[in-house]
């Protein structure tokens, strides 16, 4: 689960339309991640050049192993190999959207903003936008995370994850019904996300259809219940699920006398009524 999981995340994070010599290179990646840890870090297979060595690695290299480490979630290790990196070489986007990534997952959501805005400056591509459009929406600007997302979507439709920004951007703007829209087009294309059908059941559930909320929560936790969530503090599925059980279970009703019960009043009534005569 935790390899097939690290593996998502690399997918996830490039677009779909790579290069066939580039899209080799990250399919060597995965298998390179696949392999058994045989007993030492992942960053001891891809060591940083040293002065004694006088070995200097490639921005490629240091790309590489940026995103092994981002498939073990390894945040800090991404920060510090990006870091190492972009010292080298400054002005390398992939790098710095690796980094704004990995600074989101760790709550400095300000500092991945604007990471990911100088890897868009040097070279726009629609997994950078969806990537700041995530730590806008963990900073709460909406509105500049569903300009992110649209202009993702704009380069490349096909890059789901851009939809994901859209669809949280456009429920927290209390705009359900194009929320709902939007994910009944991309979850054709990605079925298997945990973050859409997450997304689904929360609109189900801002909506009031308990029933289609409760089971696109199942939906999501089967899928994967510990899937990475956007940033820190999004509440996982699990305890969205929870939440919307304790909305939806109806409080038990007083009881409300029965026919049979206006009878026995009435009798109690009349014999009352006929001591009180007697006595007189």
């Not at 909406?142 to 979507?153: K, S, Y």
């Not at 510990?226 to 503090?233: A, C, T």
Request: with cysteine; proline share 7%; net charge neutral.
């Amino acid at each position: 689960m935790q390899q097939s999981a690290g593996i998502r995340r690399i997918l996830m994070y490039f677009s779909p339309s790579l290069s066939p010599g580039r899209f080799l290179v990250y399919v060597l990646l995965v298998a390179l991640v696949c392999l058994p840890a045989q007993g030492y870090p992942v960053s001891a297979r891809i060591t940083s050049g040293s002065p004694a060595t006088g070995i200097q690695l490639s921005a490629a290299a240091y790309e590489y192993q940026g995103m092994a480490l981002m498939a073990r979630r390894n945040w800090n290790g991404v920060i510090t190999t990006t870091d190492e990196g972009l010292a080298v070489y400054p002005d390398d986007a992939e790098l710095y959207c690796l980094r704004a990534y990995a600074l989101r997952k760790t709550g400095y959501f300000t500092e991945a903003a604007d990471n990911a805005s100088h890897a868009i400056r040097i070279d726009p591509k629609p997994v950078r936008y969806a990537n700041r459009g995530f730590a806008l929406l963990a900073l709460g600007r909406n509105e500049d995370a569903l300009h992110d997302a649209n202009t993702a979507i704009a380069i490349n439709k096909s890059y789901t994850p851009a939809y994901g920004v859209k669809v949280i951007a456009l429920f927290r703007m209390n705009n359900l019904t194009g929320a709902e829209q939007v994910i009944d087009t991309v979850m054709p294309s990605d079925p298997k996300n945990p973050l859409f059908w997450h997304l689904k059941a929360k609109i189900s559930a801002a909506e009031g259809n308990c029933s289609s909320a409760t089971e696109a929560f199942h939906q999501s936790i089967e899928i994967d219940p510990d899937y990475d969530l956007p940033w820190p503090g999004f509440e996982n599925a699990t305890t969205d699920l929870k939440n919307i059980e304790k909305q939806c279970t109806v409080p038990a009703r007083e009881p409300v006398p029965t026919q049979a019960t206006f009878p026995a009043v009435f009798a109690g009534a009349a014999i009352a009524l006929a001591i009180l005569t007697r006595e007189r």
